[in-house]
């Protein structure tokens, strides 16, 4: 039912298959023209105080082990604020668990061509294999490849492996079951740790208004990487986005203070065994702008794959969101930012607008 709301908010954008089917990228020895991006990402010099594309961003990382979980809910929401970002360590998912989920990553991209498109995302589909959804918004193509789960991954998963596909589903319904609840918890803890009211954060976190995307995501080695783009700049339309990096650098975001006060990008360095968490647009727009929704992208920095796994957390298609502090929910007297807003009609709105989305429903 919810794939089936979703796929109506996608239906007005349907894509063409040129949209969704990736490129064979094991077929190709020099980088064809369509995956040409320029500039070079991530060597604006004049952004990038090292010079050298490098700069790598200062995010906090918060060790979750502390039984004082306020201290850790108030590390968070400082992080929330400066960067839109930060890396969690001892999150109580276990390492095998990573290393589980990262090896069905690569058994599944390793797969051939042609079998993978049997496990094509449909045009306005949410499951299955295919091109970053909104890679249909830019002229050129990204250089990753992807394959998203929501809900049960059985039925694209049994086209990819016939016979052997029951390994792959358990380790993802295990790691999105996981990610799920530490999503849950931590959103609990990052606006109780805001002041927000105990009722606000039940109506619009609790399991029945709430569900999960798991995005795979894999970024082949590329012949030419200074040239190519792993995934273009984009804020993610979650309350929050848990990201499981591997051990592979790539993801940047950007911030206004880097640059000398010009912004410019800057690497998250993937911190072993950590889980990156950033702030989505819907819970920026519930904290009424006090979150910083973090804009990112991935470059190619290494010369091997990476791949990355990313659980979305977000409010169900029919949830009506809007900025908690005008709705009676703390900080009275505040100026409201934003207009109320259906998830759908959101959804609907970035892929009419994407960057500029947050000005089509600013009061
Ligand atoms: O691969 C990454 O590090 C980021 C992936 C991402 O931003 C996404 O899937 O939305
Ligand atoms: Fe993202």
Not at 80 to 100: D, K, R, Y
Not at 227 to 235: E, F, L, S, V
Not at 304 to 323: A, E, N
């Amino acid at each position: 039912m919810i794939t089936t709301a979703l796929s109506e908010a996608f239906g007005q954008y349907t894509l063409k298959p040129h949209q969704i089917i990736p490129l064979d990228f094991h077929s190709v020895d020099t980088l064809p023209e369509t995956h040409v991006w320029l500039p070079p990402p991530g060597f604006e010099v004049e952004n990038n105080d090292a010079g050298d594309g490098q700069l790598v961003f200062p995010v906090p990382v918060i060790d979750f082990s502390d039984p004082d979980e306020a201290a850790a809910g108030k590390l968070m929401v400082e992080a929330c604020e400066t960067w839109g970002v930060f890396q969690l360590v001892n999150h109580g998912i276990p390492l095998e668990i990573l290393a589980a989920v990262e090896a069905q990553t690569k058994r599944l991209f390793a797969l051939p061509a042609s079998r993978k498109l049997e496990a094509l995302r449909s045009p306005n589909g949410v499951n299955g294999y295919g091109q970053a959804r909104f890679a249909s918004l830019f002229d050129k193509n990204m250089w990753n490849e992807g394959f998203t789960v929501m809900g049960s991954p059985a039925d694209h998963a049994r086209k990819l492996w016939p016979d052997d596909f029951q390994g792959f589903c358990d380790v993802i319904d295990d790691y999105q079951n996981r990610t799920r609840e530490l999503a849950a918890r931590l959103l609990g803890l990052i606006l109780r740790s805001a002041n927000t009211p105990e009722q606000e954060i039940r109506r619009i976190s609790s399991p029945s208004a709430t569900m999960t995307t798991l995005q795979l995501n894999s970024y082949p080695r590329c012949p030419d990487p200074t040239r190519a783009m792993g995934m273009a700049p984009h804020t993610d339309t979650s309350f929050l986005t848990l990201l499981y990096q591997g051990g592979v650098k790539g993801l940047q975001i950007f911030s206004d203070r880097a640059g000398g006060g010009g912004g410019g990008w800057g690497m998250v360095d993937p911190v072993d065994g950590a889980i990156t968490v950033n702030v989505g647009d819907l819970l920026h727009v519930v904290s009424n702008a006090r979150f910083h929704t973090a804009r990112h992208r991935v470059v190619l920095r290494e010369a091997r794959q990476r791949v990355s796994v990313g659980l979305f957390f977000v409010p169900t298609p029919d949830c009506v969101l809007s900025p908690l502090a005008c709705g009676g929910g703390g900080g009275e007297g505040e100026v409201c930012r934003y207009r109320a807003v259906s998830v759908k009609e959101y959804i609907g709105l970035k892929y009419k607008g994407f960057e500029t989305v947050l000005s089509a429903i600013t009061k």
